[in-house]
C-alpha cells in the first residue's frame, strides 16, 4: 500500500519559516520525482517545488529564493523549507510522487500552512 503522509504545517507569522516532510512508503523512492503542490481556497492546486530522482530542481516563481526542495532517499522523505513566508503562501500543501518509469502517480493528504500575524 502506498502512503505519503505530509508533516511540518502550522500557523506561522509573516516572515517566519516552516519545514515541511513527506514520508513516503511502499514506493522504490529513488525512482520518482517527488514534489510539493499547494491549494488555496477558491484556487487551483499549483506546482511548488519538484526534485526529480537525479536531484534536478525547480520552484514556482512565487517562492524561488524563499523555498528549498530536498530529499533524503535513504529515509524516503522529501522535504520543502520555506523561509521568508507572506500571508499568499497560505495553502493547503501536498505532497506527490510520479514516475513516469512505471507509470506511476500518488497524492498525500496534504498539511496546512497559515501565514498571519
Known amino acids: 500500500q502506498v502512503q505519503l503522509v505530509e508533516s511540518g504545517g502550522g500557523l506561522v507569522q509573516p516572515g517566519g519559516s516552516l519545514r515541511l516532510s513527506c514520508a513516503a512508503s511502499?514506493?522504490?523512492?529513488?525512482?520518482?520525482?517527488m514534489g510539493w503542490y499547494r491549494q488555496a481556497p477558491g484556487k487551483q492546486r499549483e506546482l511548488v517545488a519538484a526534485?526529480?530522482?537525479?536531484?534536478?530542481?525547480n520552484y514556482a516563481d512565487s517562492v524561488k529564493g524563499r523555498f528549498t526542495i530536498s530529499r533524503d532517499n535513504a529515509k524516503n522523505t522529501v522535504y520543502l523549507q520555506m523561509n521568508s513566508l507572506k500571508p499568499e503562501d497560505t495553502a493547503v500543501y501536498h505532497c506527490?510522487?510520479?514516475?513516469?518509469?512505471?507509470?506511476?502517480?500518488?497524492w498525500g493528504q496534504g498539511t496546512q500552512v497559515t501565514v498571519s500575524s
Open positions: 511502499g514506493i522504490r523512492f529513488s525512482i520518482y520525482t
Open positions: 506527490n510522487a510520479a514516475s513516469r518509469l512505471v507509470r506511476s502517480e500518488y
Open positions: 526534485i526529480t530522482s537525479g536531484g534536478s530542481t
